[in-house]
């Protein structure tokens, strides 16, 4: 029997709202206890000791939006390397998108990713399996078939499903399971060949440009899509003012529907292009000052449930590109935590609230143990100081890839230990890239 | 040589865009190639002032008259001068730009002029290299020497762009000539109007200073300039127009509605033209009034004036021996 005792932290525990000193012990793979009193009398004597020094400790990050490229583009971002980029995140559990080579739309496929993911990963991977075969938005995948191989939920990750005859019937037959659908919303013919966020400065870059209402209007579709089908949905990203109001007034009447943003879109806005550079080529694009601070604001009131990263790791070729060549996309697992903390460093939401948008929030979501402190509870865990300010070095990232928005970034939160399952997958002491 | 001293007029290494060059710059640029443009008259027009330095013409876009004008003003100047058209397609992109960029750098160029499809490329390119770049037209963003030539060419004829009314007419969503001259007529302080029909114009392009007109009669209406753009007519009809008779009767320039801008009018188009849909060939051949061949001419002459000024800034001989 393994016994870990975290002593003197910081306990954040967002399900509960908890935000307090104490204690946690794990023995094995679970929690069996915590709380502000355990250990107040006597250190136990049969543990590992791990001082948190004051820390924060709280459950390990679920990252609901992460792109690798296992299978089919290895060079890019293979399941372990992403694995290692997730825990020095504090990222226990990555769910990744099928947009691979193949597209996972084949049960045999999933069951690939698990295989594959628990023979390499360091953290825990579960695979979105694909809306339509091929991601091709034309013909349904087999979402039983999927589920029961183990995907989470269906998505065409990037894509729009631009038919909406179609995008209805996908979600109601997923409805028919009672499975997840999560939407990309970006109208493809008017965001096509877009660079970047339609407005002032593309028009003075000279950028293709698509606008805020590309998103919108299929926020606005889907969401009467689900009063229609009564689908389980989550638009995946949201970036803009008008897709939050959307979403609110869907909220107040009542339609059960949830949305994430990036973390890349509540710390950046477009004017971070600069002097086009590509790396800050995202999708959803960035956008206007007005629009990142609606996100922050979205995610401060709970109108926004989930944050993520959107990690999506390119090659230097595809990213070395005029901007308008240059491939979408932006790693981001690393970054996330610190990233997301800004809310909380600017006095916009508590602790607790800012860590439940990437813990019990998407575990919620996705019908998830993890992303909470609980006796027998798995230990996935994270151990952070949300005040500890570092600059950020590309050269240093975990990744495969570096394409960062944020090299040379200033931040504060920086994350020391990763527990998944009670077994220590980072050590920020010991960790020779960072 | 015989024209303004040699001291500096660029304060940096490239010429990228019009956006980053002060009043003195542009001034300076325009007084210098006014010099340039009577020695080009004389009948020995060749110099040593570029003896030795190598120009290599980047065009990843076909062009004639940019790549002619550059080309001349580098041999009057004394250069060496190596014109490389590549043709990529966004799609057969094998190697990337950046790869372009450090095999050239390699054959050690003077100055690079680059004219790309995409905007940024020459931005791309000055951050990657160790020469002087100068951005040719990169997309829709910038064609600095076009703006210069044309302001060249007005102040000629009429002595200052100070409270001049010029009005830019045509497809300014995509134009970087459009960009370029917004940019420098409003820093010379001429009053700017742009006239197109929505679909032909960008999103905020209030904010650059201009005022924005959609009806061409009122566009025109008193204005000292009129400049008329190219309509890509491969990628405009049926997007962006519904039809290139429909484009000429409200847009396009003829008698008419010429008649509504100041007696006198100049007119003034960057070529190549479409004769019938963006201008009529009666003002585009009315000497009159258009300016076309006289903008070919100061073409030359602010391409020699920026070649000069940024050779200023390259090092000099002995001065950096390896």
Redesign the interface.
């Known amino acids: 029997m393994m016994r870990t005792a975290f002593l003197n932290a910081r306990l954040i525990d967002p399900a509960s709202g908890l935000d307090a000193r104490g204690a946690l012990l794990v023995e094995n793979e679970k929690i069996v206890d915590w709380g502000p009193r355990l250990f107040n009398d006597a250190d136990p004597s049969d543990a590992e000791i791990v001082d948190c020094g004051g820390r924060a400790l709280a459950p390990g990050l679920i990252d609901m939006r992460v792109f690798t490229g296992e299978p089919g583009s290895e060079h890019r971002e293979t399941l372990e390397s992403a694995s290692r980029a997730a825990a020095a995140g504090g990222v226990t559990t990555m769910i990744v998108m099928p947009n691979t080579d193949p597209v996972i739309d084949e049960p045999s496929l999933v069951d690939f990713i698990k295989r594959r993911a628990a023979a390499t990963a360091s953290v825990r991977v579960a695979p979105m399996g694909a809306l339509t075969r091929g991601l091709q938005g034309q013909v349904m995948a087999e979402i039983g078939l999927l589920m029961e191989a183990g995907a989470i939920a269906f998505t065409d990750g990037d894509r729009t499903i631009a038919n909406a005859r179609l995008m209805r019937r996908a979600l109601a037959y997923a409805s028919t399971f009672g499975a997840l659908v999560v939407g990309h919303a970006e109208d493809p013919d008017l965001s096509q060949g877009a660079a970047m966020n ?3 400065f ?8 698509a ?1 805020t209402a590309a998103e919108t209007i299929i926020v606005e579709r889907d969401i009467r899509l689900v009063e229609l089908t009564g689908a389980r949905f989550h638009i995946a990203q949201i970036s803009c003012r008008d897709s939050l109001d959307v979403v609110a007034a869907a909220k107040a009447r009542g339609i059960p529907i949830t949305c994430g943003v990036s973390a890349h879109h509540l710390a950046l806005n477009e004017l971070d292009i600069g ?2 550079r590509s790396f800050l080529k995202v999708k959803p694009p960035l956008r206007s000052e007005a629009d990142r601070a609606a996100m922050v604001e979205g995610v401060a009131s709970g109108q926004i449930d989930v944050i993520v990263s959107s990690h999506d790791p390119q090659a230097a ?1 595809t990213k ?6 240059a491939a979408f996309g932006a790693v981001g697992l690393e970054t996330l935590l610190p990233a997301a903390l800004g809310i909380y460093h600017c006095g916009q939401a508590t602790l607790a609230h800012v860590v439940g948008t990437m813990t019990a929030a998407p575990a919620d979501i996705l019908g998830l143990e993890a992303g909470r402190l609980a006796k027998g509870a798995l230990a996935d865990l994270v151990i952070f100081d949300p005040d500890e300010p570092f600059v950020l070095d590309a050269a240093k990232l975990h990744s495969r890839a570096r394409n960062t928005c944020f090299d040379g970034r200033r931040f504060q939160g920086r994350v020391h230990m990763t527990y998944v399952g009670g077994r220590r997958v980072f050590d920020s002491a010991a960790d020779t890239d960072g | 040589m015989q024209t303004r001293g040699d001291g500096p007029i660029l304060l940096t290494r490239h010429l990228l865009g019009i956006e980053s060059l002060s009043v003195g710059e542009i001034e300076g640029l325009l007084d210098l190639a006014r010099d340039y443009a009577v020695l080009n008259r004389a009948v020995a027009k060749k110099q040593a002032l570029l003896r030795g330095r190598t120009l290599i013409n980047l065009f990843f876009e076909a062009s004639t008259r940019t790549q002619s004008s550059f080309e001349l003003a580098g041999k009057r100047l004394g250069a060496d001068v190596l014109n490389m058209s590549v043709r990529t397609s966004s799609v057969s992109k094998g190697e990337t730009l950046i790869d372009t960029a450090t095999t050239l750098n390699a054959m050690r160029p003077d100055i690079l002029v680059v004219r790309h499809q995409d905007s940024g490329a020459a931005e791309l390119l000055a951050r990657k290299l160790d020469c002087c770049v100068v951005n040719a037209g990169d997309g829709s963003h910038e064609h600095p020497t076009q703006a210069l030539l044309d302001a060249l060419t007005i102040r000629r004829r009429r002595g200052s762009l100070e409270g001049l009314i010029v009005a830019i007419c045509g497809d300014i969503l995509h134009s970087r000539v459009a960009r370029s001259n917004i940019g420098l007529l409003t820093k010379l302080g001429a009053r700017v109007r742009v006239v197109a029909p929505r679909t032909l114009l960008p999103p905020d392009v209030d904010r650059l200073g201009v005022e924005v007109f959609t009806d061409m009669n009122e566009g025109l209406d008193g204005a000292d300039i009129v400049m008329m753009l190219r309509l890509q007519l491969e990628r405009m009809t049926g997007a962006f127009v519904p039809s290139t008779r429909e484009y000429f009767r409200f847009y396009g320039l003829d008698r008419a509605k010429l008649r509504r801008a100041k007696p006198g009018a100049l007119v003034m188009h960057p070529g190549p033209m479409n004769r019938g849909v963006e201008i009529d060939s009666v003002i585009a051949d009315d000497i009159e009034v258009s300016v076309i061949q006289e903008q070919v001419e100061m073409g030359v002459a602010i391409r020699m004036a920026v070649l000069d000024a940024l050779a200023r800034g390259l090092p000099q001989e002995g001065a950096n021996a390896p």
């Open positions: 339609e407005g002032e593309a028009t003075r870059l000279g950028l293709p440009a606008p002097s086009y070729d070395r590109q005029t901007f308008a060549q």
